[in-house]
């Protein structure tokens, strides 16, 4: 594995690489491939020759995740890739090394007897939605689409399993939301959705930091080849997927089997479906002050993201398959 990492473009150290004594991983509901790896055990199976441990931390946002990733707590955060950029930009060393779903992240809905139909007419509503998300930067996309930005709705900042919470319980409006809890409080509470546009999804990144790309290449390319064989297994096995999504998240199977019709997991190397969405989503950031006036996002945006790692990975599993 080595030689693969060098071939890469990596240096070679001048000697063995240092291991670290613990690998620290995010585990999150909008995640399936963390849920798969962590039901089966086998980031433990494959440090545990080498006697590092694992440990998993559950993550319920993206905001969660960053804080996580860039406070030493975890050495990978699940996030949106909005989210990614933005925290590239405002100073952290985040680097994207993998996709795990190119899913369809959020949509807007309102309560079952609600009477809003449309985007314009959220202006003066209250509208949930979980700063630094992907759902939050739908919400932002949506509104600038029609007309409207975020002065013209009141954001209540709540997490995920709140928002759809408050949504419910008619003390917000509308809710800008994430899976499984849209397919939940669709199924369950006849929740509506009045926005969708698939294309304002900035996609499921897998990130790592600067210094562990450089301390830890090898150990990083382990991991992704992890996740690698979860996406392939959850491709191959999706009910058995499903029923491990819905075992961890304390959803039932035919929520989590509506949050699957929003997923995609044919992609694992980031590329310009990925990259095209933060593209489009950067004017907006600055126009609502989400990073600092002047920042050249075309910069960050090509610094964020690293593919050399998730390009072994795939061809790792691609040969042990016989493929």
Request: without cysteine; proline residues 5%; neutral net charge.
């Amino acid at each position: 594995m080595a030689a693969a990492v060098f071939a890469l473009g990596l240096p070679a150290p001048a000697r063995a690489e240092e291991a670290p004594r613990e690998i620290k991983l995010d585990y999150a509901y909008y995640s399936p491939e963390s849920l798969v790896i962590k039901k089966f055990g086998w980031l433990e199976e494959e440090f545990k020759p080498d006697g590092i441990t694992v440990k998993w931390v559950l993550s319920q946002g993206s905001n969660r995740a960053l804080e996580y990733l860039n406070s030493g707590s975890s050495d990978f955060a699940s996030t949106s890739g909005i989210s990614a950029l933005v925290s590239r930009a405002n100073g952290q060393p985040v680097k994207t090394v993998y996709i795990f779903n190119t899913q369809e992240a959020s949509t807007l809905l309102v309560a079952k007897d609600s009477t809003i139909t449309s985007v314009p007419e959220l202006k003066g509503k209250k509208v949930a939605a979980t700063k630094g998300t992907d759902p939050f930067f739908f919400l932002l996309r949506a509104l600038n689409a029609h007309g409207l930005n975020k002065n013209d709705v009141q954001i209540v900042h709540l997490q995920h399993p709140e928002g759809r919470t408050a949504l419910e319980r008619g003390d917000v409006d509308a809710w800008a939301g994430l899976d499984p809890f849209i397919a939940a409080t669709e199924l369950e509470a006849g929740s509506k959705t009045i926005y969708r546009n698939p294309a304002f999804s900035s996609y499921g990144y897998l990130n790592t930091t600067d210094t562990f790309i450089a301390k830890y290449p090898q150990h990083l390319q382990r991991v992704l080849n992890v996740y690698e064989r979860a996406r392939l297994w959850i491709l191959a096995h999706p009910d058995e997927a499903i029923a491990i999504v819905a075992e961890a998240s304390k959803q039932s199977e035919p929520v989590i089997r509506q949050q699957f019709t929003r997923a995609n997991f044919t992609k694992a190397i980031p590329d310009e479906q990925h990259l095209g969405t933060l593209k489009a989503t950067a004017p907006l950031l600055l126009q609502e002050e989400i990073v600092r006036k002047g920042t050249d996002l075309d910069t960050y945006i090509g610094e964020l993201v690293d593919d050399r790692f998730a390009r072994v990975a795939v061809e790792t599993q691609a040969k042990a398959k016989g493929q």
